[in-house]
């Protein structure tokens, strides 16, 4: 068995949980409030702006057996850039205030989540943010294009408030047969467990962020 087939095996239960969350599932059909949405891409925009630092940071601890993967995250680097300033513009396009949560901070829970990821790369195994990159861009394989879609409907926002969601739901499609491509070759059982173990982490970690996201909606309606 290919070792992404095994990663994605072994990280199903995780996966169907954060994909079960009834946020996520009220974001997928549209039913969800302008004021949650920008809860979204505020809580979006402090984990992905982390992201450039945490790819160079796992190529520069990675061992020199593991030069191809040095090179993988690389690419990604050059793909990644300023992902963030779209957030903030798509913020702006939705009538929020992008410079308020550029000086801002996130949730607690999008806090752990990046404190988690730098952890794994400097104390831990760096291979094992393999695992944040499945999460997040699994996920947004999954339901980002739907979502945009059924958001746009629902609240009549433009197209310019949806360039994260979008560019994501198209972009890792593309992203994911690269991602399956370095994991399929790493063969050593450490590198292998981390990024399983991380995988596993990470869905739960992501997973809190939207069930505070969830805690938001709730307080709005009520």
Request: charged residues 20%; aromatic residues 10%; contains cysteine.
């Amino acid at each position: 068995m290919a070792f992404y087939d095994e990663l994605t095996g072994e990280t199903r239960a995780e996966r169907e949980e954060l994909l079960s969350l009834p946020v996520i599932r009220a974001g997928a059909s549209g039913n969800i409030s302008l004021q949650i949405y920008i809860a979204f891409l505020t809580e979006a925009y402090h984990h992905v702006k982390h992201t450039l630092p945490l790819l160079m940071a796992c190529g520069a601890k990675l061992p020199e057996r593991l030069e191809w993967l040095r090179v993988g995250m690389a690419e990604y680097v050059g793909e990644e850039v300023g992902h963030h300033e779209w957030i903030l513009n798509d913020i702006s396009a939705c009538g929020g205030d992008a410079q308020a949560v550029r000086r801002g901070s996130s949730s607690f829970e999008t806090e752990l989540m990046v404190a988690y990821a730098y952890d794994t790369i400097a104390r831990r195994n760096p291979v094992g943010f393999l695992g944040m990159v499945l999460v997040l861009e699994g996920t947004s394989v999954q339901i980002a294009s739907q979502a945009a879609g059924a958001i746009k409907a629902s609240l009549k926002l433009p197209d310019a408030a949806f360039s994260y969601l979008t560019s994501h739901g198209a972009l890792d499609v593309g992203h994911t047969a690269f991602y399956e491509s370095l994991v399929n070759r790493l063969d050593d059982p450490d590198d292998r467990a981390a990024v399983i173990h991380c995988a596993k982490a990470f869905y739960r970690l992501y997973a809190n962020i939207f069930r505070y996201l969830q805690r938001r909606s709730d307080g709005i309606e009520g």
